[in-house]
Nanobody, 122 residues
């Protein structure tokens, strides 16, 4: 099972940017698709973005398209989420997760990290 550790969260004003990182403790990181999810208080966890094992494909939730970018560095066993033009509604705990499948569907992902808090003030 892949162990994942997220970092990079914090408090930012609306319109600002943050970059989240997720470090994976596995020698086979390049074989996993990776995803980012988030959970706001009182809401269910929702899909944000996913990237294929070689970085060649990605997909995004409609709510973040054009503002967020997922990327990965297989040499560093790390996946990133660059978040620009942040909005108060982006406030949530952000989690990364891994998948052995290629379809990048939300239900494919598991092995969650502990999460990192992102708070966007208006």
């Amino acid at each position: 099972q892949v162990q994942l550790v997220e970092s990079g969260g914090g408090l930012v004003q609306a319109g600002g940017s943050l970059r989240l990182s997720c470090a994976a403790s596995t020698r086979t990181f390049r074989s996993y698709a990776m995803g980012w999810f988030r959970q706001a208080p009182g809401k269910e966890r929702e899909f944000v973005a996913a990237i294929s094992s070689n970085g060649g494909r990605s997909r995004y939730a409609d709510s973040v398209k054009g503002r967020f970018t997922i990327s990965r560095d297989n040499a560093k066993n790390t996946v990133y989420l660059q978040m620009n033009s942040l909005k108060p509604e982006d406030t949530a705990v952000y989690y990364c997760a891994s998948s052995t499948l290629v379809t990048l569907q939300e239900t494919d992902f598991g092995s969650w990290g502990q999460g990192t808090q992102v708070t966007v003030s208006s």
